[in-house]
């Protein structure tokens, strides 16, 4: 069955230090695509970043990275020197079967991240 | 600029109630789906449609029926409302570039409470 986990329910920092965001997944598919949302206290789902399968390389975006690896099933993301802005909860996400034809998703529980100024 | 739209944004029903909710989007997109979001169970598909006149079951789809008769509109519908449907509804779309997955694009949700 394919199922994400994020482990960390809560986390707190301290503004400019640095947090990483576990997720690990479960699946059988050979083609799937894993995504990465932010949900701020404003209530709406803000996408942050899709990778397929076939695409281990890590990615960087301004103060956002993600590493990727097939080896272990994870898809960690990490925030470099954290704002207060950066609090919301985050929700990993996996493409479900279908070989990623569509974006029925399978969600994590989500993290809770509360930068503290 | 509208991209997804739900309406209501909140709603309270009694239990037994009935209620549609409307999800509208303008991006001329071919899929639609409703997830429920519950505290510490992250997002679960309901249902979802892969265009106009088809829906599907998702993962938690008892208790909803919902309609596509119109490729921009996916409706929620709860014929019998009961508590354990209070929740927060969120509606989103998605095209399909070839056989290349996606994001989906969410509304902004519809808090719905159930008493």
């Known amino acids: 069955a394919q199922k994400v986990t994020q482990a960390q329910t809560e986390i707190s920092v301290v503004e400019k230090e640095d947090v990483t965001l576990d997720c690990v997944y479960e699946t059988r598919d050979t083609t799937y695509y894993l995504f990465w949302y932010k949900q701020p206290p404003s209530g709406e789902l803000v996408f942050l970043i899709r990778r397929n399968s076939f695409d281990e390389q890590n990615e960087i975006s301004g103060r956002y990275s993600w590493n990727f690896q097939k080896s272990t099933s994870s898809f960690n993301f990490t925030i470099t020197a954290s704002q207060v802005v950066d609090s919301a909860v985050y929700f990993c996400?996996?493409?479900?079967?279908?070989?990623?034809?569509?974006?029925?998703?399978?969600f994590g529980t989500g993290t809770l991240l509360a930068v503290q100024p | 600029n509208a991209g997804v739209t739900q309406t209501p944004k909140f709603r309270v029903l009694k239990t037994g109630q009935s209620m549609t909710l409307l999800c509208a989007q303008d991006m001329n997109h071919e899929y639609m789906y409703w997830y429920r979001q519950d505290p510490g169970m992250g997002l679960r598909l309901i249902h979802y449609s892969v265009g106009e006149g088809t829906t599907a079951k998702g993962e938690v789809p008892d208790g909803y029926n919902v309609s596509r008769l119109k490729k921009q509109n996916f409706l929620l519908g709860l014929e019998s409302a009961a508590p354990s449907q209070t929740s927060v509804y969120f509606c989103?779309?998605?095209?399909?570039?070839?056989?290349?997955?996606?994001?989906?694009?969410f509304g902004q949700g519809t808090r719905l409470t159930v008493v």
């Open positions: 996400a996996l493409s479900e079967g279908d070989g990623g034809a569509t974006n029925k998703l399978i």
């Open positions: 989103a779309s998605s095209y399909l570039t070839g056989r290349f997955d996606t994001e989906a694009f």
